[in-house]
């Protein structure tokens, strides 16, 4: 399967624990997406990459979030200091160089976080 | 605020029927994207369309889009148990979803 990977699927984690979710994305996509989903709520876009260059941040992203794209491949996104307003289930998406700024977006399974 | 906004919030019909959504959005847009989600996992793209686009079709799927309104509408044909999800419209780069829509295709 080469498609969007997340890893891993769910996490439990106690208020204060810092978590780290990675995303493998589509090989050939440059860009990439984290969003974070709460129940019964769509995607909210979290942050924006193309290649290693991280060129958007959501206000949503508290200074408590950092995401990174090392090489240009996978990304991880780290949240410190854990609170339960954090629990939801953070989304990676992909998508390839294009001259659109709008093209499809390939998603991943997601990330399940539930913080106790 | 969210960009799309999906009506109804749920919609529960029996198997063979058709299911029609709609999507409103605030701003211009270079198109307009639907997904669908299964319970608790992640999404799927379903179909694209373009600002200069009115209407798309894709297997049992079929897209309107109207700029002057700023709205949307999905139309699933011939509904299956298997469409039952969460379908969303969403906009922009930096997509931007609304709430969805709950379909329920009961057998």
């Known amino acids: 399967d080469t498609g969007v990977s997340q890893d891993p699927r769910h996490k439990i984690t106690k208020r204060g624990q810092n978590v780290t979710f990675r995303c493998d994305p589509i090989?050939?996509?440059?860009?990439l997406y984290w969003y974070r989903q709460t129940l019964g709520q769509g995607p909210e876009f979290l942050t924006y990459?193309?290649?290693?260059?991280?060129?958007?941040k959501s206000r949503l992203l508290s200074d408590r979030f950092s995401a990174e794209r090392p090489k240009g491949s996978f990304s991880t996104l780290e949240i410190q200091r854990t609170e339960q307003g954090d629990s939801a289930m953070y989304l990676c998406?992909?998508?390839?160089?294009?001259?659109?700024?709008?093209?499809?977006?390939?998603f991943g399974p997601g990330t399940r976080l539930t913080v106790l | 605020s969210q960009q799309g906004e999906e009506d109804p919030q749920a919609l529960s019909i029996q198997e063979g029927e058709n299911a029609t959504m709609n999507c409103s959005y605030k701003t211009s847009i270079n198109n307009l994207q639907w997904y669908r989600q299964n319970s608790g996992r992640g999404l799927v793209h379903l179909i694209l369309i373009r600002s200069n686009e009115r209407e798309k079709h894709s297997g049992r799927l079929r897209v309107t889009l109207d700029t002057s309104k700023k709205s949307s509408s999905l139309l699933i044909t011939a509904s299956r148990a298997a469409d039952t999800a969460s379908y969303f419209c969403a906009s922009g780069s930096r997509l931007t979803f609304g709430e969805g829509t709950q379909l329920t295709v009961n057998p």
């Open positions: 090989s050939e996509h440059n860009r």
């Open positions: 990459f193309q290649n290693e260059a991280q060129l958007e």
């Open positions: 998406a992909s998508s390839p160089p294009s001259g659109s700024p709008a093209d499809t977006q390939y």
